[in-house]
């Protein structure tokens, strides 16, 4: 079972940029789906992105919420064993708990209960 620890949460303000890591304990990191998910008080966990593995044919293939295509990237770096989330133009709504996931399961899944593993979070605050 894979352990994750999340680092680079943080406060900025509106239109700023900050990159979570997230790394990865244990083998086969690289056969991992890797997930973001972001969680407000009194809101439920919901999805951000995906990255399937990149040892397959899905060859690190990526998905989004729609509420953060074109600002937020995920990637991921193996040698490392460890995904990013690089959010750029912040808004307020993106204030949240952010949370690593991994799945042995090759599927760009977007529901919590799909993903086996999971980070402590990592707070992003952004002010307007």
């Known amino acids: 079972q894979v352990q994750l620890v999340e680092s680079g949460g943080g406060l900025v303000q509106a239109g700023g940029s900050l990159r979570l890591s997230c790394a990865a304990s244990?083998?086969?990191?690289?056969?991992?789906?890797m997930g973001w998910f972001r969680q407000a008080p009194g809101k439920e966990r919901e999805f951000v992105a995906a990255?399937?593995?990149?040892?397959?044919?899905?060859?690190?293939?990526?998905d989004y919420a729609d509420s953060v295509k074109g600002r937020f990237t995920i990637a991921r770096d193996n040698a490392k064993n460890t995904v990013y989330l690089q959010m750029n133009n912040l808004k307020f709504e993106d204030t949240a708990v952010y949370y690593c996931?991994?799945?042995?399961?090759?599927?760009?899944?977007?529901?919590?209960?799909?993903?086996?593993?999971w980070g402590q979070g990592t707070q992003v605050t952004v002010s307007s």
């Open positions: 990255v399937l593995p990149t040892v397959t044919w899905s060859a690190g293939k990526t």
């Open positions: 996931a991994a799945t042995r399961t090759v599927r760009l899944a977007q529901t919590p209960g799909d993903y086996d593993a």
């Open positions: 244990g083998r086969a990191f690289s056969m991992y789906t």
